[in-house]
């Protein structure tokens, strides 16, 4: 048996004898393979709890051409991130389902039109073997740099475009935001409230686009005096809300596209 030292990180030689099989009947197992049997799989098992082998990330990701890691991108500032409870029940949830799927969140966060060749040059690395990309605008370049970079993607919310000629197609998840939109425009209808005022979200975000359709889709002829536009931000909903009562102060209900811009109205 391999001579281990006091301190030193336990080698794949040390568990292969340990358990009494070849090297590269332990590299199977330990990296996932196929074609071990039972038994001997348990011995290699057994052999690296033992020893509390850890394997060697670079070379395991060598072998398996995985690396455990997939990327968040979120394309709104730092700011923005930290201060806005949507981000961090989104990030949640995902650190919490690729926990148990022993995989690792890294984080980008796009700041500026600079960030975009860093992540580029990070995803086409081959540091991750996924992407998550959400809060996306219209005419953000992710979406071609996730391409260009062969990572698989998948977007939270509603992509603004489609895929190209011989492309797959775009995968995503999203809420109903335009079905949401129109519950809530009905349920100030059903108290009897006629002038409802609309606070929206950025006009270059998809989810923002469709809950000023649900808004429109119930208010057939909407009044543009009782529309403004927020950042789906807790200062910009204050704003809109001071711009709406300037313009319509007998308005009886306000609609607003979010949790912080209803806050930054009701102040």
């Not at 509390?52 to 500032?77: D, F, K, S």
């Not at 690792?104 to 990070?122: K, M």
């Not at 989810?207 to 808004?215: I, K, N, P, T, V």
């Amino acid at each position: 048996m391999p001579e281990q030292h006091p301190g030193s990180r336990p080698t794949l030689e040390a568990v292969a004898a340990r358990a009494g099989v070849s090297r590269a009947t332990a590299s199977r197992v330990v990296n996932g393979g196929d074609g071990v049997r039972k038994p001997l799989v348990d011995k290699v098992r057994r052999a690296v709890e033992e020893l509390q082998y850890i394997p060697n990330h670079a070379a395991r990701t060598l072998v398996t051409r995985r690396t455990g890691a997939v990327a968040v991108v979120i394309a709104e500032p730092e700011i923005r991130i930290f201060s806005d409870p949507f981000f961090s029940q989104q990030l949640r949830g995902i650190s919490k389902e690729l926990a148990a799927h022993d995989t690792q969140l890294v984080l980008l966060i796009v700041e500026g039109p600079a960030d975009f060749d860093r992540i580029a040059r990070y995803l086409s690395g081959g540091h991750v073997d996924g992407a998550l990309a959400f809060s996306l605008h219209t005419d953000d370049p992710l979406p071609a740099i996730t391409r260009r970079a062969g990572v698989p993607t998948v977007y939270g919310g509603r992509p603004s475009w489609t895929a190209g000629p011989g492309e797959q197609a775009v995968q995503y998840v999203d809420a109903d935001n335009r079905g949401g939109a129109r519950a809530a425009v009905q349920y100030l209808r059903g108290l009897g409230r006629e002038r409802i005022a609309y606070i929206g979200g950025p006009p270059d975000q998809t989810s923002a686009m469709d809950r000023l359709d649900g808004y429109r889709d119930i208010l057939l002829e909407t009044d543009p005096t009782l529309v403004a536009e927020g950042a789906f931000t807790v200062e910009s909903g204050a704003r809109a809300m001071s711009e709406l009562l300037e313009r319509r102060p007998d308005l009886d209900a306000v609609f607003a596209a979010n949790d912080l811009m209803a806050s930054g109205a009701l102040r």
